[in-house]
């Protein structure tokens, strides 16, 4: 859906995936995640214009609405579809020449979208020439290279990365960072396990994710939503992605 390079949907495929996101449990924790560092470090304007980029089917950017003006921004037509169906504002657009002038947005997501760009920094820049004085991103990422898989290569990613290695390139954009964590962090052993036992199995890699039993997707999904509530005192060692919100340079904004 961001990425050229990655698994194409067909349409069916991503009528499926829409309703997917809405139950499993990497999806709602991840917008546990992100909402809750994004109430924390709301931006300062009373109804912030916010711009998803990589939006997909739109359910990140449906939960966005109650928070301010929120635009969607994706590559792929058919995933644009959905998102109006949820009522969404979207735009056809990729996220390294976004179509907003210099300083016209208050907040800017990029969920797992960073990795699909063989230039990343130039994302981030795009990021930053876009975002107005104070202006707050809200990244994640996938974390650590070794736990690299065929999904990796499915999706079409460049790169994984480490806390350090995304905290650098936000500076290197002319960003702040305020919050820099790891997450998915209970669950992080068994992702190690999983993928050690990848190098020997070395399964086919499946075209997304499967479907869980209700009760094990609830139980997966409240372990994020309680690294949420963590995250707003601490920020966690190890996990599988990392999250980044960063602000705007004073002097950079001026």
């Known amino acids: 859906m961001v990425s050229p390079r990655g ?15 809405r139950s499993f449990w990497w999806f709602v924790g991840r917008r546990a995640v992100v909402f809750e560092l994004f109430r924390r470090f709301h931006p300062a304007a009373p109804r912030p214009r916010i711009v998803d980029i990589g939006c997909g089917t739109g359910l990140t950017l449906s939960g966005l609405r109650d928070q301010g003006f929120a635009v969607g921004l994706d590559i792929s037509e058919d995933a ?7 009522a969404a504002c979207v735009l056809l657009a990729d996220g390294a020449a976004l179509p907003f002038r210099a300083g016209s947005v208050d ?13 990343d920094e130039t994302v981030l820049s795009e990021m930053h020439r876009v975002l107005g004085a104070r202006g707050v991103a809200l990244v994640t990422v ?10 990796d290569d499915l999706g079409g990613h460049y790169r994984r990365y480490t806390a350090r290695g995304l905290a650098q390139k936000l500076g290197g954009a002319g960003f702040v ?6 997450f998915n962090f209970f669950l992080f052993p068994a992702l190690v396990a999983e993928r050690l036992v990848s190098r020997v199995t070395k399964p086919a890699p499946r075209a997304y994710f499967r479907r869980l039993p209700a009760a094990i997707d609830r139980l997966l999904a409240s372990l994020l939503r309680l690294e949420a509530r963590m995250l707003r005192a601490i920020d966690l060692p190890v996990g599988g992605s990392i999250v980044a919100l960063a602000r705007k340079r004073p002097e950079a904004a001026s």
């Open 107 to 119: 907040a800017v997501f990029a969920l797992d979208v960073a990795e699909h760009f063989e230039d």
């Open 7 to 21: 698994y194409v949907f067909t349409p069916e495929e991503l009528r499926e995936f829409h309703e997917l996101q």
């Open 142 to 151: 996938p974390a650590f290279t070794f736990l690299w898989s065929g999904m």
């Open 177 to 182: 960072v305020e919050k820099l964590s790891y």
């Open 80 to 86: 644009l579809r959905l998102c109006r169906k949820e």
